[in-house]
């Protein structure tokens, strides 16, 4: 078996967590109680960024009113809650993460779902042993990841970020990399379309599944 020195930063929400489905009845339901028609998916991926608002500005044509983003945000969080329960993992992800571990790797996992749901959630999938650490947002979300970014590789003493590549589904993923010193794939499955990844530039792989975000990243940190 090939040997890696390499460390995984995954995302959880749209990359080991396939929710994408539970993210778009959550967005169409707080779309629909300021009356506005839902979208498909290929659509939501086309529109989606953060900060959040500008997607609503993306599909509304203006930005929200405080009141209507107090309404939507609060409907979709609401569903979303209801929804998740029916979301698995990403195919193939259990056997990818022991894969990786027994290879040589290392993992974490940083994401900007709640730090107090986002453990039990890992933890109920039987996959927490395989990380050195789980970070997920504690306090008010800002709109990117690119601070806890350099604060969660820091905390991993024995990583080097030079030695490390983020895997997610969304271009401030590789965003918050590059400002960390570290490499970044980028994977279809989640919140963008393939277009709109690659924004994030001609250095940034692209793939369709996670067995291949595996291969690239050990050949980006090789």
Known sequence: ??????????????????????????????????????????????????PVPLFYER?????????????????????????????????G??????????????QSILSMFGHDELIPLVRGFGIESHFLRVDGRKGAWRGGKSADMVRHLAALESVEPGRTVVIGDAVDDAVAARHAGARAV????????????????????IVDSLAEAVEAAASLAA
Do not use: K, Q
Not at 24 to 45: D, S
Not at 83 to 90: E, G, M, N, V
């Open 59 to 91: 599909r509304m044509g203006r930005m929200p009113t405080d009141a209507e983003w107090l309404v939507m945000d609060e409907a979709f969080h609401r569903h979303y809650s209801e929804y998740r329960t029916r979301c698995a993992l990403a195919d």
């Open 186 to 205: 980028l994977y279809t499955g989640g919140s963008h379309s393939r277009g709109s990844l690659e924004a994030a530039g001609a250095g940034v792989p």
């Open 1 to 50: 078996m090939e040997r890696h020195t390499t460390h995984l930063v995954w995302d959880w929400n749209g990359t080991l967590f396939h929710d994408i489905d539970a993210v778009l009845g959550a967005t169409n339901a707080a779309f629909a109680v300021i009356g506005l028609e839902p979208i498909t998916l290929e659509r939501y991926r086309e529109l989606y960024c953060v």
């Open 93 to 106: 992800v259990d056997g990818l993460l022991a894969e990786w571990l027994a290879g040589g790797g290392s």
